[in-house]
């Protein structure tokens, strides 16, 4: 009801627009026109503009637009029924009888503009200024990075929206032109330079960055100087995202580790990738895990003719499983729960499913766990790999890819000592198969089970401390998504025998991860939640590598993957020491890391 009194009212003031326009306009050149003010010609003058101004306004829906959220659109429809209103009147009374007055015409567009358009910028005015000021007490004071599209689309959402806990208080941008100047009413302080001394003058509680067209470098350097401030970060990430969700303030999310690392989208050859998964039959063993499941996500869209789920915990693979089903309805998947240990069953499923490209993400990959448990990483990520290898080489695969990981450079722990093996056995295998092997190393992900993030993350909202062993420890960090889509790009590479190495970007110190959780999370390091040191575990070492010394770097057509030149291996001594590794599965440790200090010479065991 009250929205059917409104339409009535702005129909009622558009009409009274229009008629005192046309009655202006005849005022003002009453001294000029052929028929004298007041005659029966300007009444049929002034009833016609009214008349044809009121069908343009219905016709075009101005009587409908709430003007309190109105934009440029909005206005041209204001000056489209102004025309209207104007022209016809003019055209049919005064230029049909060949009494001719330009301005005329002219100063009755102007008058009916002006008396159409001031109400609604009037009461665009006061709803910004005094209605989105309603509830101020309380909301949390907001710095917005960005007075593009963006910015103002997310300062006008918190204006107006009474629910919202925050309220914008001005801009940074850097644009020059833009400095000193307001937008939307808010000044625009400065440059990203500014930001902590706007922030701390200004006494901003929250930090939106509204800049989702710019690089991940950028964002990556804006957040490094938003660290620097005891404001919450948050960020729009995607446009795309917000015209899907149909809002900026709803698709706000935290400021993540991942905009940390800076790392802008990845280049892929989908060409040359289609080339190899198109029409396939695809096994991913591991497909419950972390980098499992991404792979099954990111092979989908290629179309493969089967993809095959393979995985030993029947939880995580229904996961992936209703997942893939959801997203991908048309593609042929297929689970299959079984141990890469178990070389029957691994014969019985690549007899029966023959699969055309196998990507192998099946491992125990803890490195503390598998040191108190060495027979157990040895028969998962060296037996297991050689089952599936050899099967994949006896019925006629097309490439093998491996996943292994930096910590098979030089290794210090039996985690990474096993990768190695396993790296080696699919280089040795190669070189007598028709199956093109090859491994895929890179260093920690973001985000998978067991890693750092989400520990630090849970110490976080148990109110702390974060555990780090050591103030010294670095590691190379790479999203999930990112690895995947690297690892299926250097599938496509694949001639036999490489390991390739992905570009990890910079190293990154944990401590320092640490201080940017705790400040990402609104916390301030050692005063809000404290910061341990627990000593360096087993099987650690301070700084991981990409590179053994016999491998030496290569480039390939993609600007983050590089070729490790294949080891000079021996298969038959190879496979000697494996089986001397199986007599010894049972024994003691001592025993198991001597054996595999004989296969993998730059084995240090640190334990």
């Keep these: 009801m009250i929205s059917a009194y409104r339409t009535y009212i702005w129909l009622a003031v558009d009409l009274a627009a229009v008629g005192i326009g046309a009655a202006a306009a005849a005022a003002l050149q009453q001294q000029h026109a052929a028929v004298p003010w007041g005659t029966a010609a300007w009444l049929v003058y002034i009833g016609l503009s009214a008349a044809i101004g009121l069908g343009a306004i219905v016709k075009l829906g101005l009587h409908r637009t709430i003007w309190q959220y109105a934009g440029a659109l909005d206005m041209l429809t204001v000056l489209q029924a102004a025309a209207a209103s104007a022209l ?63 910015g103002t689309l997310v300062a006008r959402e918190l204006m107006q929206n009474d629910a919202s806990n925050l309220m914008p208080v001005g801009f940074i941008d850097d644009d020059p032109y833009k400095r000193k100047l307001s937008v939307m009413g808010l000044p625009v302080f400065g440059a990203r330079a500014d930001i902590p001394k706007a922030a701390e003058a200004n006494r901003i509680d929250e930090i939106i960055i509204a800049m989702p067209s710019v690089s ?35 698709r706000v999310r935290d400021v993540q580790v991942e905009d940390l690392l800076g790392r802008d989208p990845i280049r892929t050859d989908l060409e040359n990738i289609a080339n190899y998964v198109e ?31 393979l995985g030993h915990g029947e939880n995580s693979i229904y ?44 491992a125990h990959k803890h490195v503390p766990l598998m040191e108190r448990n060495p027979a157990e990483a040895i028969k998962n990520n060296v037996f297991g790999t050689r089952n599936v290898a050899e099967c994949a080489d006896k019925y006629g695969a097309e490439r093998f890819v491996l996943i292994s990981t930096d910590k098979a450079v030089n ?127 087993e099987g650690e070492k301070l700084y991981e590598e990409l590179l053994t010394s016999e491998e030496g770097l290569t480039s390939t057509k993609h600007d983050r993957i590089f070729i490790g030149k294949p080891s000079q291996i021996n298969r038959t001594e190879l496979e000697f020491e494996i089986r001397k590794l199986e007599k010894v599965i049972g024994n003691d440790p001592d025993e198991i890391r001597a054996v595999l200090k004989h296969l993998v010479p730059t084995y240090r065991n640190v334990s």
């Design 88 to 150: 016809l009147p003019y055209l049919a009374v005064v230029l049909i009888p060949g009494d001719s007055e330009p301005l005329m015409l002219f100063h009755h567009f102007a008058f009916t503009v002006f008396f159409m358009a001031g109400p609604r910028l009037i009461w665009r005015s006061f709803c910004d200024k005094y209605g989105s000021r309603r509830g101020h007490n309380g909301r949390r004071r907001a710095l917005i990075v960005g007075a593009g599209s963006c």
């Design 216 to 250: 991940k470098s950028q964002i990556s350097a804006i957040v490094n100087i938003c660290k620097t401030t005891k404001a919450r970060l948050k960020i729009v990430p995607d446009l795309q995202d917000i015209i899907r969700g149909g809002g900026a303030v709803g």
């Design 279 to 309: 029409g396939k039959t695809v096994l991913v063993t591991g497909a419950g895990g972390s980098i499992g499941s991404e792979l099954c996500r990111q092979i989908a869209p290629f179309r493969p003719s089967r993809l095959l789920l």
């Design 319 to 362: 996961t992936i499983e209703m997942e893939m089903r959801s997203k991908f309805p048309e593609l042929q998947i297929e689970t299959l729960i079984a141990d890469i240990q178990d070389r029957p069953r691994m014969e019985e499923i690549f007899q029966l499913k023959r699969p055309e490209v196998v990507f192998h993400a099946a």
């Design 411 to 537: 290794p210090t722990s039996v985690m990474g000592t096993t990768k190695r093996i396993a790296e080696m056995f699919i280089q040795s295998l190669d070189k007598h198969s028709e199956t093109k092997f090859v491994a895929v190393r890179f260093g920690n992900v973001l985000g998978s089970r067991g890693s750092v993030i989400p520990r630090f993350k849970q110490q976080i909202e148990q109110g702390g401390p974060v555990t780090v062993t050591h103030p010294e420890m670095v590691r190379y960090f790479m999203t999930i998504p990112e690895a995947v889509q690297l690892v299926i790009q250097a599938g496509a590479f694949a001639r036999g025998g490489e390991v390739f190495i992905l570009d990890m970007g910079k190293p990154v110190k944990i401590y320092d991860l640490a201080v940017d959780l705790i400040r990402l999370s609104g916390y301030e390091p050692h005063v809000d939640i404290d910061i341990r040191f627990t000593g360096i575990r």
